[in-house]
């Protein structure tokens, strides 16, 4: 596994209070503020020095930063860059934060390595995490006689990427929501 990992993080949620306070959460951040590897960490926990051990153990990763953030009434998604692995701890918390406004908040998510392996997606419901992965390795060039075939493999290769990613978030998500509601029926039955 290489270094960094993009992970695309989207909050679902039919109250819109949700978007109200993750708006009031994350204000109006410049460019600079994103890629500072505690400004999210200090939104999540509150404000702190960074402890490569803490951090590691509440965000998943020993560094993330923001790349991209689009927050509004309606919606939350943001793109972060991590270390080696995607920010699990901090998806959980942000599920956390949210579900006094909105028991029923999910948080999902799709992630790849730079290397490709692993790629993968996942969903946060009511606490439960749940994340599928798949290694995926770019097309050999010497398998192909022109450099325009090799070309359309790797364009097909990260079309798949973005398929096999979906479909892995869609998957978590069936599962984690299905998990949940079985757990409740358990405990509805005692």
């Known amino acids: 596994m290489a270094n960094h990992v993009s992970t ?15 708006k009031e959460m994350v204000g109006d951040p410049t460019y600079n503020e994103l890629m500072d590897t505690m400004w999210l960490y200090n939104i999540l926990y509150g404000e702190g020095e960074y402890d490569r051990e803490i951090y590691t153990d509440r965000m998943g990763a020993k560094w993330c930063y923001v790349d991209e953030l689009e927050s509004d009434e309606t919606s939350f998604e943001m ?10 701890q901090a998806i959980r918390q942000i599920q956390y934060l949210l579900k006094d406004v909105d028991e029923d908040v999910c948080v999902s998510f799709t992630y790849e390595d730079e290397s490709l392996d692993p790629i993968g997606g996942g969903a946060c419901y009511k606490g439960e995490l749940i994340a599928y992965e798949e290694s995926v390795g770019y097309p050999d060039e010497d398998s192909f006689d022109t450099e325009e075939e090799y070309d359309q493999a790797v364009e097909k290769m990260w079309d798949g990427i973005y398929e096999t990613c979906t479909s892995l978030k869609n998957e978590a998500m069936v599962d984690v929501y299905e998990e949940m509601r079985d757990e409740e029926e358990v405990y509805e039955e005692e």
Do not use: G, H, M, Q
């Open 8 to 22: 695309w993080i989207e909050v679902s949620s039919d109250n819109d209070a949700v978007f109200t306070r993750l």
């Open 79 to 88: 793109r972060t860059t991590s270390a080696w692995y995607f920010p699990e």
